[in-house]
């Protein structure tokens, strides 16, 4: 992050403006409507200028800029044509410690102006950080199509309300949730279709009906993908940004945890091999505790939470304590993996079913129906596979697979550190011994893994692969 956003209440402090053409003026506007008194240095004032003058009481001085002329000014906005000015203005403010603006010039820059959505008291701000204003402003006109002027009297009614609320509702995570309630909910429908006198009714009995209910908490099982961020689905990211707690485990991708709620309590569960964070007992319970205590909960799985994931058994446990909760589906990692990888998982000419397996080891045996496993014409799936991948190999060589049946590993599929070794079962140990490989992986066994040099499509910035 290069620039640290923020909201400045300008009302009331003086702030000085070197320069007085069209690209002053919407400076000059924009401090005046924050409410600050404008001092202008120029030597000439263009018309747009002139006419702000007696608008917003404008403090107009006729001469060159001078360096001591940034004293006593809480900011400053350097918008002249002359390199060296704008150049003497960001010295000068810089030797006096006053944040500074230099149109056009970021290097020379304290800080920067946003491309902004106005909903006073609601207020948006999108910036490149000088980078690409052009397309900070696109987005502005994008973002100012979904934020309705309506948003604008519902911060407002929100203000009216906001210290009765704070009184009545003690708990800030019940408040939050008061808010959210109202906000996604009928108090707001009302405003935007002009009923604000019945809205403030609904926000009365809204506040009424919490005050005299007990808190009730939910868990949002949800499936977080095979990795990369946009492979969520929306309701997936809805709830994760409602949710008070993330409960996260190690396959879950730290870019994916990033688009939670900022202030939301963060709880790793993760599991590694011989290295439980929480036992899933001990899990099952956080969360039907975490619930019970009115707290709305976002268990997060890589993957599909119904796919290798245990999510029947936390659900079991939430069902058995009367816990609400919900179960959102995701992109599971076979399904995921298997398209960055370009293996289709079913291949009219390959394979005609699809099995999926996991190969966690346990005692040091993998215990699978080999048989039917080593049978033709399908393709299987191993999750968990990559520490027992030479027994799988040998396995199902032993029980009636050629040794020259095509395997593929994935590693970290979908994201840029994807990584894909190639070979077939007699030669993929080998290779993969050499590979640094660390986990999620993911293992793809059949003819279908043939296909992979001819539908490779996806190339992260770290991709690599092994044939």
């Given at each position: 992050?290069?620039?640290?956003?923020?909201?400045?209440?300008?009302?009331?402090?003086?702030?000085?403006?070197?320069?007085?053409?069209?690209?002053?003026?919407?400076?000059?506007?924009?401090?005046?409507?924050?409410?600050?008194?404008?001092?202008?240095?120029?030597?000439?004032?263009?018309?747009?200028?002139?006419?702000?003058?007696?608008?917003?009481?404008?403090?107009?001085?006729?001469?060159?800029?001078?360096?001591?002329?940034?004293?006593?000014?809480?900011?400053?906005?350097?918008?002249?044509?002359?390199?060296?000015?704008?150049?003497?203005?960001?010295?000068?403010?810089?030797?006096?410690?006053?944040?500074?603006?230099?149109?056009?010039?970021?290097?020379?820059?304290?800080?920067?102006?946003?491309?902004?959505?106005?909903?006073?008291?609601?207020?948006?701000?999108?910036?490149?950080?000088?980078?690409?204003?052009?397309?900070?402003?696109?987005?502005?006109?994008?973002?100012?199509?979904?934020?309705?002027?309506?948003?604008?009297?519902?911060?407002?009614?929100?203000?009216?309300?906001?210290?009765?609320?704070?009184?009545?509702?003690?708990?800030?995570?019940?408040?939050?949730?008061?808010?959210?309630?109202?906000?996604?909910?009928?108090?707001?429908?009302?405003?935007?279709?002009?009923?604000?006198?019945?809205?403030?009714?609904?926000?009365?009995?809204?506040?009424?009906?919490?005050?005299?209910?007990?808190?009730?908490?939910?868990?949002?099982?949800?499936?977080?993908?095979?990795?990369?961020?946009?492979?969520?689905?929306?309701?997936?990211?809805?709830?994760?940004?409602?949710?008070?707690?993330?409960?996260?485990?190690?396959?879950?991708?730290?870019?994916?945890?990033?688009?939670?709620?900022?202030?939301?309590?963060?709880?790793?569960?993760?599991?590694?091999?011989?290295?439980?964070?929480?036992?899933?007992?001990?899990?099952?319970?956080?969360?039907?505790?975490?619930?019970?205590?009115?707290?709305?909960?976002?268990?997060?799985?890589?993957?599909?939470?119904?796919?290798?994931?245990?999510?029947?058994e936390e659900i079991e446990t939430l069902m058995q304590q009367g816990i609400h909760f919900q179960v959102v589906p995701?992109?599971?990692?076979?399904?995921?993996?298997?398209?960055?990888?370009?293996?289709?998982?079913?291949?009219?000419?390959?394979?005609?079913?699809?099995?999926?397996?996991?190969?966690?080891?346990?005692?040091?045996?993998?215990?699978?129906?080999?048989?039917?496993?080593?049978?033709?014409?399908?393709?299987?799936?191993?999750?968990?596979?990559?520490?027992?991948?030479?027994?799988?190999?040998?396995?199902?060589?032993?029980?009636?697979?050629?040794?020259?049946?095509?395997?593929?590993?994935?590693?970290?599929?979908?994201?840029?550190?994807?990584?894909?070794?190639?070979?077939?079962?007699?030669?993929?140990?080998?290779?993969?011994?050499?590979?640094?490989?660390?986990?999620?992986?993911?293992?793809?066994?059949?003819?279908?893994?043939?296909?992979?040099?001819?539908?490779?499509?996806?190339?992260?910035?770290?991709?690599?692969?092994?044939?």
């Amino acid at each position: 992050m290069d620039y640290l956003p923020v909201f400045l209440n300008l009302k009331g402090r003086m702030c000085l403006v070197v320069g007085a053409g069209e690209i002053a003026a919407r400076k000059i506007e924009l401090l005046a409507r924050a409410g600050a008194d404008v001092t202008v240095v120029a030597k000439e004032m263009g018309a747009q200028v002139s006419a702000f003058q007696a608008l917003y009481r404008l403090e107009i001085l006729l001469k060159s800029f001078e360096p001591l002329d940034v004293i006593g000014f809480t900011l400053v906005v350097a918008a002249t044509n002359d390199i060296t000015t704008n150049q003497m203005v960001a010295k000068a403010a810089d030797e006096h410690q006053i944040p500074v603006n230099v149109v056009d010039s970021p290097e020379l820059c304290g800080f920067i102006f946003p491309a902004i959505i106005d909903r006073s008291p609601l207020i948006a701000a999108v910036s490149s950080g000088g980078a690409a204003p052009v397309l900070a402003r696109l987005l502005r006109a994008k973002i100012e199509t979904v934020i309705a002027p309506g948003y604008g009297k519902l911060a407002q009614l929100a203000d009216k309300f906001r210290s009765t609320v704070k009184q009545q509702i003690k708990e800030p995570v019940q408040r939050r949730i008061f808010w959210e309630n109202c906000f996604q909910g009928l108090v707001a429908e009302l405003v935007f279709s002009g009923q604000e006198l019945e809205a403030e009714n609904q926000l009365q009995k809204n506040l009424v009906d919490h005050v005299a209910s007990s808190p009730v908490g939910e868990v949002y099982l949800i499936g977080a993908g095979p990795g990369a961020p946009d492979l969520l689905t929306f309701r997936a990211l809805r709830l994760m940004q409602q949710a008070d707690v993330i409960v996260y485990d190690r396959l879950v991708a730290p870019e994916i945890i990033e688009l939670a709620r900022r202030d939301s309590e963060k709880i790793y569960v993760g599991k590694q091999r011989q290295n439980h964070a929480l036992p899933q007992e001990s899990i099952n319970q956080l969360l039907a505790n975490m619930a019970k205590a009115g707290k709305r909960v976002a268990r997060l799985k890589g993957g599909d939470p119904f796919i290798f994931g245990r999510g029947g058994e936390e659900i079991e446990t939430l069902m058995q304590q009367g816990i609400h909760f919900q179960v959102v589906p995701g992109i599971t990692a076979a399904s995921g993996c298997a398209t960055y990888a370009g293996i289709p998982l079913t291949h009219r000419d390959y394979a005609q079913s699809c099995t999926f397996v996991t190969g966690h080891l346990k005692d040091g045996s993998i215990n699978l129906n080999w048989t039917q496993l080593a049978a033709p014409n399908q393709t299987i799936v191993i999750y968990m596979g990559l520490i027992g991948l030479s027994t799988i190999c040998q396995s199902l060589i032993e029980h009636g697979s050629s040794e020259d049946l095509p395997i593929a590993l994935v590693q970290q599929g979908t994201t840029t550190h994807q990584k894909i070794v190639t070979g077939t079962l007699k030669t993929l140990p080998a290779k993969v011994v050499d590979q640094n490989i660390k986990a999620p992986t993911l293992i793809i066994v059949g003819m279908v893994v043939t296909l992979h040099d001819q539908l490779n499509w996806f190339q992260g910035t770290d991709s690599n692969n092994i044939s």
